[in-house]
């Protein structure tokens, strides 16, 4: 039997954030959502001819050239973002909550349009080229998704948050590696990495198990939903673990382990 693809335990959509940051993100998101309905200003939207291009990762750069009326639009938006917060850095991770509120809202096109503005607050924070991933991820431009999560991946500055980046693109990898199978190989590199960095952080295990899965490596699968089981009870969906069972037994061994 071929194994079914859990996409839905991969979607993008929800926050993979470690939860801890997440208090200080909604209330710089409240803060730009504030902003937002206040002034009603947008960074530019569309280039000649009406098309949209704030659904682009950074407005289509370089192949879409940025037009001179939407570059001062750009400077006027940071100039007016420049009085909120005590630095374009901040900034830029303001309007990447925002774009996260979106995200997992399922809004791809205003969570783009945040991640965008994250951006051009501050291009050197991995944080928007993450966000442009997850939403091109659920767009289904994989190969585009990745490129974008290998780039946030070589800025990442910050540890903690290191931890869900890796596990997400083991996520992207695993959907390569349906075409790829190569893929799978670092679809497990990068579970293998997030879960040294945080061995208590659950959605790696839990995605790596059904990464495994996928590679129809059903014993390591078994192993990872051990442990993610032991961080949480009801990690898995009764779906998911009859079809694991539907292709291997649960190992006696590791039944003993999780008693």
Same mark, same amino acid.
């Given at each position: ?6 996409? $839905? ?15 200080? +993100? ?11 309905? *206040?002034? #009603?200003? *947008? ?6 001819? #009406? *098309? ?9 750069? $370089?192949?879409?050239? &940025? $037009?001179?009326?939407?570059? =001062? ?9 420049? %009085? +909120? ?13 925002? #774009?996260?509120?979106?995200?997992? =809202? %399922? ?18 924070? @991995? ?14 431009? +994989? ?29 992207? @990898? ?7 199978? &190569?893929?799978?190989?670092?679809? !497990? ?13 659950? !959605? ?11 590679? #129809?490596? @059903? +014993? %390591? ?5 051990? &442990? ?20 291997? $037994? &649960? ?6 382990? !999780? !008693?």
């Amino acid at each position: 039997m071929s194994p079914t693809f859990y996409q $839905p335990m991969f979607s993008m959509v929800a926050p993979s954030w470690h939860m801890p940051r997440m208090a200080w +993100l909604m209330c710089a998101s409240i803060q730009v959502a504030i902003y937002l309905a *206040t002034l #009603g200003f *947008t960074a530019g939207c569309t280039a000649t001819g #009406g *098309t949209r291009i704030d659904n682009f990762p950074m407005y289509g750069q $370089p192949e879409i050239e &940025r $037009p001179a009326h939407l570059k =001062q639009a750009d400077e006027a938006f940071i100039l007016r973002v420049d %009085g +909120l917060f005590d630095s374009r850095e901040k900034a830029s991770q303001a309007w990447f909550a925002e #774009g996260e509120r979106f995200m997992s =809202q %399922g809004n791809l096109d205003y969570a783009m349009r945040r991640y965008n503005q994250s951006w051009l607050l501050d291009p050197d924070n @991995y944080q928007p080229y993450w966000g442009f991933a997850r939403v091109l991820l659920e767009q289904g431009k +994989l190969d585009d998704a990745i490129r974008f999560f290998e780039k946030a991946e070589a800025m990442v500055y910050d540890p903690y948050q290191k931890v869900a980046l890796l596990s997400d693109m083991g996520s992207a @990898y695993t959907y390569k590696g349906k075409q790829v199978r &190569r893929y799978f190989s670092k679809a !497990n590199e990068k579970f293998s990495e997030s879960t040294e960095l945080d061995p208590d952080y659950e !959605n790696a295990w839990h995605r790596w198990a059904l990464s495994l899965y996928e590679q #129809g490596d @059903y +014993l %390591g699968a078994w192993e990872k939903v051990s &442990r993610a089981e032991k961080i949480d009870a009801d990690s898995f969906s009764d779906a998911f673990i009859k079809d694991l069972e539907r292709e291997m $037994p &649960r190992p006696r061994l590791l039944e003993d382990k !999780n !008693n």
